[in-house]
């Protein structure tokens, strides 16, 4: 039996039963895993461990501390004054979330810190202006990924670390260059295809809004000692979360009650229950069997936008610094041995970015920040949950797609003059 094909069947399935049937996919995931796991010969840790404790416990922390922000209203006030100090401009809201995140990534947090931080803040934002999140999530996670590849951020770290592995040394400002071009481009198409330019402002610019209340000023200084000691310490942001919520709730900015039922619990479900499914197709083979089969069709031309591809795929189901990096970038060096006409730098800047792009899916960290935070701030229904997920992930496959492309017309080799020989 092929259990890599059947774990990729089981995916479709329960993502149309799904959509179908208006029942949250995470549970459906699990209920499907169950038996696909114990018919492969997988013992019950084994499926199990699919479901991402620290993926959980991100989603927890994150969606509790914001959902005390957003019962004592903080949020909203927060959004208002950004959103009326924009005033006409509203369309540049966008563009100054994209360089907010792109520039704190790079000075040294790097790009899971500073999306976890910016995305609930961004899709805060989104609801407040009646825009679509399938706009602001991506524009924020591209942003964070964009500025995350520098030498003295962590994700940059493990690729030039690779990359020197491979005999690849000397690439750190190109490298970074490429990722910023790459994610600027993605960001700029998502842009004009979600309408960001026709933002206009929702609320009369002569409204006076009111002050912070006292509760929301400590609320406010919260949620900036959290982002400081993340930013810091590296800490991560789930626990740094829940230490700051518990001291929150412990002022009586907030009722325990209101917060914790406030919570996406739904989504949480639906994430870490995709994980379950989604792991066993990774150790059934059923991600690698599908990079295989577009790898047979690679030449000199085609490698670099195949293996952005490959990656992408890859990096929707996994973690792109802790599995698709560590698994495709040490492939260069045969990749170049097989294919003559292929260029190192433009190999690792396919495999990286195909890979960070992905992150806009609902199944990977920052797309799956964005639908709990939509989640707990609209109060959407399951079904449009659900819908939203669909939605979310179409718009991760069109990311991908488009930065392959951007990759087939060779601009990362444009800066091989860069290298340090």
Excluded at 34 to 39: F, I, N, R
Excluded at 200 to 215: F, G, M, Q, S
Excluded at 229 to 234: F, M, Y
Excluded at 354 to 372: D, F, K, R, V
């Amino acid at each position: 039996m092929n259990w890599g094909l059947v774990s990729l069947i089981a995916l479709i399935v329960v993502i149309f039963l799904g959509f179908f049937r208006k029942l949250n996919v995470g549970i459906l995931a699990i209920a499907f895993a169950v038996p696909l796991g114990k018919l492969a010969g997988m013992s019950d840790n084994q499926i199990i461990g699919g479901w991402s404790t620290s993926l959980a416990m991100m989603l927890m922390g994150v969606t509790f501390l914001f959902s005390i922000a957003q019962t004592n209203g903080t949020l909203e006030l927060f959004a208002r004054k950004v959103i009326a100090k924009a005033g006409t401009r509203a369309w540049s809201v966008p563009i100054i979330i994209f360089f907010l995140a792109a520039f704190l990534a790079a000075i040294g947090p790097g790009t899971v810190p500073v999306m976890t931080l910016l995305v609930p803040l961004s899709i805060a934002l989104a609801v407040e202006m009646k825009i679509s999140p399938l706009m602001m999530a991506p524009i924020t996670v591209l942003g964070s990924a964009g500025g995350g590849l520098t030498a003295i951020a962590p994700t940059g770290i493990i690729g030039l670390t690779l990359a020197a592995d491979q005999g690849i040394t000397g690439v750190a400002v190109p490298y970074a260059i490429n990722s910023m071009m790459a994610e600027t481009f993605v960001a700029v198409i998502l842009y004009f295809v979600f309408g960001g330019y026709k933002l206009r402002a929702t609320r009369d610019a002569a409204e006076v809004l009111p002050a912070y209340t006292n509760k929301q000023k400590i609320t406010m200084l919260g949620i900036v000692l959290m982002v400081a000691s993340v930013l810091i310490t590296r800490i991560n942001v789930g626990l740094a979360a829940f230490v700051v919520g518990i001291v929150l709730l412990w002022l009586k900015v907030a009722d325990e009650r209101t917060t914790i039922k406030s919570m996406p619990w739904g989504t949480i479900l639906l994430v870490c229950g995709m994980g379950v499914l989604m792991n066993l197709a990774i150790k059934l083979k059923g991600i690698e069997m599908l990079a295989q089969g577009l790898s047979t069709f690679m030449t000199a031309d085609s490698a670099a936008s195949i293996m952005s591809v490959t990656s992408g795929i890859m990096s929707w189901f996994s973690s792109t610094s802790g599995v698709v990096m560590p698994t495709l970038i040490p492939t260069i060096g045969s990749l170049m041995a097989n294919v003559p006409g292929t260029d190192s730098l433009e190999l690792l800047s396919a495999i990286t970015f195909g890979a960070h792009t992905a992150g806009i899916s609902p199944a990977s960290t920052g797309g799956a920040l964005a639908l709990a935070a939509y989640s707990a701030t609209s109060g959407i229904t399951p079904a449009e949950q659900n819908k939203l997920f669909m939605q979310m992930f179409f718009t991760a496959v069109l990311a991908v797609a488009l930065v392959s492309i951007f990759c087939a017309s060779g601009v990362y080799t444009w800066f091989d003059w860069l290298i340090v020989k």
